[in-house]
């Protein structure tokens, strides 16, 4: 087919260069977006006496026509027009004749593909949050159910305090909705108009640039074409903020895991969420939450690829930013799909109480609250701290918990204890003290809880 751009060539385009460059395989998914923009565009060009009104309505119209016959499958996008935005140029002068060839007035492809990839990521940056808003609203009816479930909070992986599974869960909460937060703050830079920008040095057709950032719901224009044609920050932002979910994703998945091992057997992964073994019938792995924890991997990869290819590009547009769209396109689809199948996972769990709350009676959770009943008693904290150092090394001599000692074993360690230290270090009492705004105290998580519910129906 004859190039657009075939003007000053004397030669075809090598066939393995034509493959090479055409980039329609992939961005063919922003054709909606494409036409959007072309129509906003023209309709512009019609008002400003650019072209007549009447041309501006034959290719609004014809632009129409042809979104309609993209939706209905009757287009096969042809790979020597290169891209999405020179396909759509050729198959509507093929449908409207020689006046198709105006729409292309005052505008480049560069900066056609900033708008596009802008109105695409605005409204993938919409679903996202939706769908991070279901996400949240499960850890919330989730975390209601379970104030008062106790199992061990860990540091090192090493049982440290008892929490309870709603404040563990409202951790997540917090997490993903800095998330949701994140995507909002980029979707703002996300939202300003390049097109006007033309290649990259604007344009001395009087473009009304403001008339058309309002068709498209735009919240500004961009203040330098230079930047407007070769800006990825925004996607750049996206793809950290993705990563960032994708590595709060991978932690909680590393946690699912880790409770749902033979090991901890703290919950119990649905069956529709998990598979078997190939070899060993006796097995049921947690495949979801392990291929979300490696499906962090990949979207690292996109932001760092994105990274490189941007580095160092010297200003304006460089081709190099073409391979922007597949990263995009890849991390936008990743973070679907994990969202997806994420949420029905977390709610179809089953969780074990009892071997929670053993697991938190064990391991000396409850020796800082020893500690600290020795503080309120009038021991200096690091005197108390050594007392319980010492009754910890006793029990694990004597295999025992601090709760299963005699008040004579726990007098000989300090004439402080007393019949009352049974009830300060159960561990429904070290939860329930911590009543500190931000603790694992139920009240307390109810607040969260509260304030969480606020922020969703925002
Ligand atoms: N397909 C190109 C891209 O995705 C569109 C812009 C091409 N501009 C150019 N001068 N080659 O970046």
Known sequence: MKKLWGGR?????????????????????????????????ARMLGKQGIITQEEAQKIIRGLEEILKDIEAGKVEFDVSAEDIHMNIEVLLTQKIGAV????????????QVALDTRLYLREEIDNLRELLKKLLAALLELAEKHLDTVLPGYTHLQRA????????LMAYFQMFSRDLERLADCQKRVNVLPLGAGALAGTTFPLDREQVARELGFSSVSLNSMDAVSD?????????????????????????????????????????????SSIMP??????????????????????MAMLT?????????????????????????????????????????????????????????????????????????????????KLVAYCLSNTKNLDDLTLEEFQGFSPLIKEDVYEAIS????????????GPAPEQVKKAIIEGKKLLEK
Not at 18 to 32: A, G, N, W
Not at 105 to 110: A, F, L, P, Y
Not at 161 to 168: C, D, I, K
């Open 161 to 168: 305090q008892p929490v309870t599974l709603a404040h563990h």
């Open 100 to 111: 198709g060839k105006k729409l292309h007035t005052g505008r480049s492809r560069n900066d």
């Open 232 to 276: 990825r920050d925004f996607v750049l932002e996206f793809l950290g903020a993705a990563s960032i979910i994708m590595m709060h994703f991978s932690r909680f998945c590393e946690e699912l895991i880790f409770w749902s091992s033979q090991e901890v057997q703290f919950i119990e992964i649905d069956d529709a969420y998990s598979t078997g």
């Open 309 to 389: 290819i941007m580095k160092g590009l010297p200003l304006a547009y460089n081709k190099d930013m073409q391979e922007d769209k597949e990263r995009l396109f890849d991390t936008v689809d990743t973070l679907k799909k994990c969202l997806l199948v994420f949420t029905p996972m977390l709610v179809t769990m089953q969780v074990n109480k009892e071997k929670m709350l053993e697991a938190s009676k064990g391991g000396f959770t409850n020796a800082t609250d020893l500690a600290d009943y020795l503080v309120k008693k009038g021991l200096p904290f690091r005197d108390a701290h050594e007392v319980v150092g």
């Open 9 to 41: 060539f004397s030669k075809n385009t090598d066939e393995l260069v034509e493959d090479f460059h055409s980039s329609i395989s992939f961005d063919k998914r922003l054709y909606y977006w494409d036409i959007k923009g072309s129509i906003a565009h």
């Open 427 to 438: 561990v429904f009492t070290c939860v329930e003290k911590r009543q500190v705004t931000g």
């Open 282 to 303: 006796q097995k049921k792995n947690p495949d979801v939450a392990e291929l979300i924890r490696g499906k962090t991997g990949r979207v690292y990869g996109n932001l």
